[in-house]
């Protein structure tokens, strides 16, 4: 069973949360292969999918987005799992967090079998010299709350979870 986990990233930490799920489903002995939305290549031969984003302004990453849609033929006949990772400061402790806004679409378009949305980090050492534009900057520098709130248990226990679905989906080459 070969299980390939995409992310769409501008600093960096929802890779690590891509790359804290792959080990997890690793660890139930599960082949998986993770990579850049912007830079992944078709997905055919992937038995199933795990795709995940930062949030900015409200929406996915635009290459995680467009993975989606490029993919879409195949990620309809595949058990897939979406995951948003936003909210930072008070979005995450004080409110309800928002789905993305074109999550709805992407769950009509490849039916996934769930959208979990896990909180963020900011790290703002991590913004100059990253892909975001002039008022991203601006926002990350001035708006958004620096911080690590990343539950890697939540994380952890999702990815716990792909892995008794997995266990009972028979491998397509098997
Ligand atoms: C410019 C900017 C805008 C953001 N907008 C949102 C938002 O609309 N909703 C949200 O939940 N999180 C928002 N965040 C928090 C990010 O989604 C969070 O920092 C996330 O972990 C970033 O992922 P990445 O490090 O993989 O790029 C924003 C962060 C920045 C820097």
């Known amino acids: 069973m070969q299980v390939l986990v995409i992310y769409g990233s501008r600093l960096g930490s929802t890779q690590a949360i891509a790359e804290r799920i792959a080990t997890r489903l690793r660890e139930d002995r599960l082949e998986v292969a993770v990579q850049a939305a912007s830079g992944a290549a078709a ?38 799992w979406l995951f948003s990772s936003g909210p930072v400061g008070d979005l995450a402790t004080r409110h309800t967090p928002v789905e993305p806004k074109e999550v709805a679409a992407l769950r009509a378009m490849v039916n996934p079998r769930e959208h979990r949305i896990f909180f963020g980090a900011l790290d703002r050492s991590m913004v100059d010299g990253s892909a975001l534009g002039f008022a991203e900057r601006l926002i990350a520098k001035t708006m958004v709350s620096e911080g690590d709130y990343r539950d890697w248990k939540a994380i952890e226990s999702w990815a716990a979870g792909i892995a008794r679905e997995l266990a009972r989906v028979p491998a397509r080459r098997a």
């Open 43 to 80: 997905s055919a031969d992937a038995d199933a999918f795990v795709i995940g984003s930062g949030v900015y302004g409200g929406h996915w990453v635009k290459e995680a987005a467009e993975y989606v849609r490029r993919n879409r033929a195949v990620l309809v006949h595949r058990p897939v």
